[in-house]
């Protein structure tokens, strides 16, 4: 077999000498003959003539030759093959049809499976990363059922104590804001912290230092760091310069004692690390730890969560849970853990892109039978000749295999120009962490979307080919047949189709733009023109003294207030449409306090609410005097009286949070906020808020620094690149080692807050744009062939005194009813379907019926467009006109 295959890649490769050679050999034995028939007495003319006549067909030996060497086949294919090319070229309208449809639906599916590769299929960059895991422990109350990926420090105790034959270490998954100093040099990083052997479970080797040590990561361990390699790069010209530097991080000296090499990647972004020191009393109130499995060596995955199932009750009694609580703890692939939240959009709009190509292959197929129906009698006359079926078949299908080459051409280029634009855009909306690349996965998907596009558009005119009726096809020529009603019905099924898929994409990008729209149209709550924002760090030693954090803010504050242009100046601990910290808190109830409860809290300066506008419902705002020598105070939001006072007064009620009893002294309108707690749906809401004044919230800081960067907020006349530099140079004037992460409008800020929505929407949207084009095409070609076929009987009708209109009715209704027919399929299937959209949807339900008449609106009318322009073009002519054409 193997030896046979040699021999045909050699007569393959080396065709000119093969074909030389069976020529030489043929001649050599002609030769042979004709001299041995000389030798017999005939003259050397009559020998030659006989020798051919023994030889028989020279061509049909070597043909025979060529088959047995399994080269026949090539030969045909590459004779389909140069013939497809020809009629593609004879007739460009066509070919651009075809390639042009092809094109934008592969492409579309290249450019959206390489993001979807990036996320969900590329092998993290780890030593064997199908082998890493995370403890994850789905929880059952009476409230209902949750998963937790955060475990606590006494948790993470008994897994690093007690599991057998794993390497585990711990993480914080929350990269921070630092503010990182050499020299005079300072610069905002994302600091990752991480417990003694991550980098070893994860199977990363440093080129330079060593990580962290069980000694460094404990309390007392030494401040040490490690870098990132572009940062050691760029700080120290190098890995092993970097080694044993002393560096200032967060307001704190650390030293170098190691530098990851230039191919690491992290999910959370982080450009330096330091140890996490994870203890049951730490962050979170101990409860903010990942933790990273990998099973040891001979070790199976199963083996793995069985040992973490012997520890379960264990790992329960460490979680404290209250009694009705159940608990189940177990190992999820890291992998899937990361893109967890990004996971379903992704794969719902994959699938949307591959109805897109169905919709493009139900098109190409349409046009290929409207095509075939003209090549009728050329068929007719191959059979005719002798061709059998099969071949006929063969070359039809190398036909549709030869276009779907060429759309893959042409897809595979429209795909990168789209994967390079889709990039930048999921780079916000998914956290792109790994390169996109157009790598050799998503070359081989492109090709078989092609080869099942090609089977797809192929199957239907090799269908109808071969079962051609040659006698009638020969006698009746282009004539109306039984073979064309059938034809035709196929074509109706396959309008049909598209349009039912296209209502389908149609009704689910509505669903995704009424989503944006509603979030874009959310009452904001302030008024965020002329607003820029500046965010830094606190997360540093030298403002661990709240009297530091509060100096900052009022000297700051002064300046900026001075400056020419600025109306109003504050600090906040978040700002509106970004998330905002939970916070405990229990409001007094005749004389006691009340059961714990959540809120989202802010602490502010005065002028906040001023600066971003937002009403004053009730009582008063926060004001300079509600400092440290004045009782302490608390503003609330609407949202806040609704839900936890009932709607009732709230004026001098009293409650405590951050460890002061607090009066509420105002209540102010909702912004929005991100919420994270109390079941509320969607990426924006009107959270409960609880607003503190920063000069009171001394308890506040050191938590909420280590997790939230402060926002300067400006409102000025400025233009934004003016007013953050105000911003810079107030704050920079007090310490100049203190460097902002950002500045942003707070246009921008909202904005950002829908970025998942808005690419979510627009990526449906051009695919239910195609979707319709194609399904409008299509419709419109079947109305076309039907108007160019009735040319005759519409003529007679009109000569006889039918008017224009009813004339053209009579060929456009056709097409509406298919439209019809489609339409209604495709609304039970999306009425069926949109339930899987559920969770992406806010302010639309899945079945909101403004967005399905829309769909049937938009559908019908360019049905109508499409049905009656064929008609009307031929009906532009007089009866006699149009006769003497046909």
């Known amino acids: 077999m193997w030896a046979k295959m040699r021999s045909w890649w050699r007569s393959l490769r080396d065709r000119k000498g093969f074909e030389s050679d069976l020529s030489a ?22 020998a030659r003539r006989r020798a051919r006549r023994e030889f028989g067909d020279a061509e049909a030996l070597k043909r025979d030759c060529r088959q047995a060497r399994g080269l026949y086949w090539s030969d045909e294919l590459a004779r389909h093959a140069g013939f497809a090319l020809r009629l ?63 475990h606590s420090g006494a948790e993470w105790e008994v897994v690093r104590d007690r599991a057998q034959g794993l390497e585990t270490a711990c993480f914080s998954g929350w990269p921070q804001g630092s503010n990182l100093v050499v020299g005079e040099w300072a610069r905002h990083v994302s600091q990752g912290r991480v ?44 890995p092993q310069q970097a080694l044993g530097q002393d560096i200032s991080l967060a307001g704190q000296p650390h030293q170098v004692i190691g530098v990851l090499p230039s191919n690491f990647r992290s999910p959370y972004g982080e450009e330096v690390w330091t140890p996490l020191r994870p203890s049951t009393q730490g962050e979170g109130e101990g409860a903010n730890y990942g933790i990273l499995i990998r099973p040891g060596e001979g070790l199976s995955s199963d083996q793995a969560q069985a040992q973490i199932s012997l520890l379960s009750g264990t790992l329960a009694e460490a979680a404290r849970l209250p009694d009705d609580f159940s608990v189940r703890y177990r190992l999820a692939p890291l992998q899937s853990d990361l893109v967890r939240e990004v996971k379903r959009p992704l794969v719902i709009i994959w699938v949307a892109v591959g109805l897109t190509l169905l919709i493009g292959c139900v098109n ?37 295999l030869v276009m779907a080459a060429l759309g893959a051409l042409l897809g595979t280029g429209l795909g990168y120009l789209g994967k390079e634009g889709l990039e930048l855009l999921a780079q916000d909306a998914f956290g792109l962490w790994q390169p996109v690349a157009f790598n050799l996965r998503v070359l081989l998907v492109t090709s078989l979307s092609a080869l099942l596009a090609s089977l797809l558009f192929g199957l239907a005119p090799a269908w109808q080919a071969a079962r051609l009726d040659v006698r009638q096809s020969l006698s009746q020529g282009s004539g109306r047949s039984s073979q064309d009603a059938s034809s035709r019905r196929f074509s109706h099924l396959l309008v049909v189709a598209q349009v039912a898929l296209g209502v389908v994409l149609l009704v689910a990008a509505g669903l995704l733009l009424r989503t944006l729209l509603h979030l874009r149209a959310l009452d904001p709550g302030i008024d965020p023109s002329g607003v820029v924002t500046g965010k830094l760090s606190l997360t540093d030693a030298r403002y661990r003294d709240p009297q530091s954090v509060q100096r900052l803010f009022v000297q700051s504050l002064q300046q900026i207030r001075a400056s020419a242009g600025v109306e109003e100046a504050a600090v906040a601990l978040t700002l509106p449409y970004e998330r905002a910290v939970n916070l405990g808190f ?135 690149a003016e007013a953050a530099e105000v ?37 449906m949207l051009a695919l239910a ?33 039918c008017g224009r209109w009813r004339a053209v009715l009579r060929v456009a209704l056709p097409g509406m009813v298919l439209t019809l027919v489609g339409a209604g399929l495709g609304t039970l299937g999306a009425w069926s379907g949109m339930r899987l959209l559920d969770h992406l949807l806010t302010g639309v339900t899945a079945h909101d019926p403004l967005t399905f008449l829309s769909v049937l609106g938009l559908v019908v009318g360019a049905a109508l467009a499409a049905s009656l322009l064929p008609p009307l073009r031929v009906t532009r002519a007089t009866p006699s006109q149009i006769l003497r054409r046909d």
């Open 25 to 46: 050999e043929f001649e050599h034995h002609l030769e042979s003959r004709k001299r041995h028939l000389m030798q017999s007495g005939l003259s050397q003319g009559e």
């Open 88 to 150: 593609l070229r004879r007739h460009p309208t066509f070919a651009v049809s075809v390639l042009l449809t092809l094109g934008l639906t592969i492409g579309a599916n290249t450019a959206i499976y390489s993001i979807v590769d990036g996320l969900l299929i590329q092998p993290l960059p780890y030593r064997q990363p199908e082998r890493l895991y995370v403890l994850t422990s789905d929880i059952e109350s009476p409230r209902g059922s949750a998963r937790r990926w955060s």
């Open 195 to 238: 417990g003694a052997g991550y980098f070893q479970v994860l199977g990363v080797e440093l080129p330079a230092g060593r990580e962290f040590s069980s000694a460094e990561d404990s309390p007392l361990g030494g401040a040490v760091a490690i870098l990132g390699h572009d940062l050691a790069e760029s700080l120290f010209a190098g």
């Open 364 to 400: 190409i197929a349409g046009l290929l039978l409207a095509r075939q129906a003209r090549r009728r009698r050329e068929l007719a006359v191959r059979y005719g000749l002798g061709g059998g079926r099969g071949a006929v078949i063969r070359q039809m299908l190398t036909e549709s």
């Open 586 to 720: 229990r409001l007094q109830q005749d004389g006691e306090q009340g059961p714990g409860q959540v809120t989202d809290a802010v602490y502010v300066t005065p002028g906040f609410f001023q600066a971003l506008r937002v009403p004053l419902l009730q009582g008063r705002l926060l004001e300079p005097r509600d400092d440290q020598q004045h009782s302490p105070v608390a503003v609330v939001n609407r949202a806040f009286v609704e839900r936890y006072l009932d709607g009732g007064p709230a004026l001098g009620r009293r409650l405590a949070a951050v460890g002061e009893m607090r009066e509420i002294v105002g209540v102010v309108g909702d912004v929005q906020h991100r919420p994270v707690w109390g079941g509320q749906r969607g990426p924006l809401g009107n959270v409960p808020t609880l607003y503190v004044a920063a000069q009171q919230s001394s308890g506040l800081f050191r938590f909420a620094h280590r997790f939230f960067s402060p926002s300067w907020v400006v409102r000025s006349r400025l233009s934004e």
């Open 727 to 763: 911003i810079r140079s107030a704050v920079h004037s007090l310490d100049p080692l203190l460097p902002f992460s950002r500045f942003q409008s707070m246009d921008s800020v909202m904005a950002e807050s829908w970025s998942h929505q808005r690419l979510q929407a627009f990526l």
């Open 769 to 801: 744009a195609l979707a319709l084009l194609l399904s409008t095409v299509g419709l419109y070609g079947v109305v076309a062939q039907a108007a160019l076929r009735r040319r005759r009987e519409t003529g007679i009708r009109m000569a006889l005194g």
